[in-house]
């Protein structure tokens, strides 16, 4: 999952983009208003994380224009994060176009569960995801072939969920860099093809995961 943390004390950004790369999502961070709608404007974002008292302007207002705006892509879910505590405030955000509001300060496990919720949201799933003979546990980050556990690393299994959530469907290299791994990554480097080869071994034979020639990579559905 990719996620968008706009928040403009750095410490605090520091910590919860590292507790969220360890939970094995894609973190972007931004520091201003100004910084998120330069992101938001090139990057498809799963989630965005906002901060509603920004440096440049009003969150609120930032909020409203990844809903308007034709020149940002709009992400999937938005759950603002702020000191604002007001009943007023949280039905502001959520009028505003939230999915969530989460009041500082927070426990950073309440935060990753409510990415969770959001997430199960979008797909519709439970908190276990399967295909075919793969099992997912969304809350331990666990997964299953048949009865098999499989020992997996953070980014490999950020990189098999994304898979299970299109299963069927060819993804492109680009679209595996975009979703599973953040902006520091070079594109031009060969990550998407050395951890997909890791996670494959993996994942065992039958190979479940077929190179599509000149096109991308498909999760067999079956």
């Given amino acids: 999952m990719r996620v968008l943390l706009v928040e403009d004390d750095p410490d605090l950004a520091g910590i919860v983009a590292l507790g969220l790369r360890n939970e094995a999502y894609a973190v972007d961070v931004a520091g201003t208003c100004a910084d998120a709608e330069e992101l938001l404007g090139?990057?498809?974002y799963d989630v965005v994380c906002l901060d509603l008292g920004l440096p440049d302007g009003d969150g609120m207002a930032l909020l409203r224009r990844c809903v308007d705006d034709p020149l940002l892509r709009r992400p999937r879910r938005c759950l603002v994060l702020t000191a604002r505590d007001a009943v007023t405030d949280r039905v502001a955000g959520l009028d505003a176009g939230?999915?969530?509001?989460?009041?500082k300060p927070f426990h950073f496990a309440e935060l990753v569960a409510r990415l969770r919720a959001?997430?199960?949201?979008?797909?519709?799933?439970?908190?276990?995801?399967?295909?075919?003979?793969l099992t997912l546990d969304l809350a331990t980050h666990r997964a299953w072939r048949a009865d098999t556990l499989l020992d997996l690393t953070a980014r490999e299994y950020s990189l098999l969920r994304y898979f299970m959530h299109h299963p069927g469907e060819v993804l492109s290299a680009e679209a595996l860099l975009e979703h599973v791994w953040d902006a520091n990554v070079n594109p031009f480097t060969a990550s998407v093809r050395v951890m997909l080869s890791r996670l494959r071994r993996k994942l065992g034979d039958p190979a479940l995961i077929v190179?599509?020639?000149?096109?991308?990579?498909r999760l067999q559905a079956s």
């Fill in 118 to 133: 959001l997430s199960r949201r979008e797909d519709g799933a439970g908190s276990t995801l399967r295909v075919g003979e």
């Fill in 211 to 217: 190179t599509v020639t000149n096109a991308g990579y």
């Fill in 98 to 103: 939230a999915d969530d509001y989460l009041v």
């Fill in 42 to 44: 090139v990057t498809d």
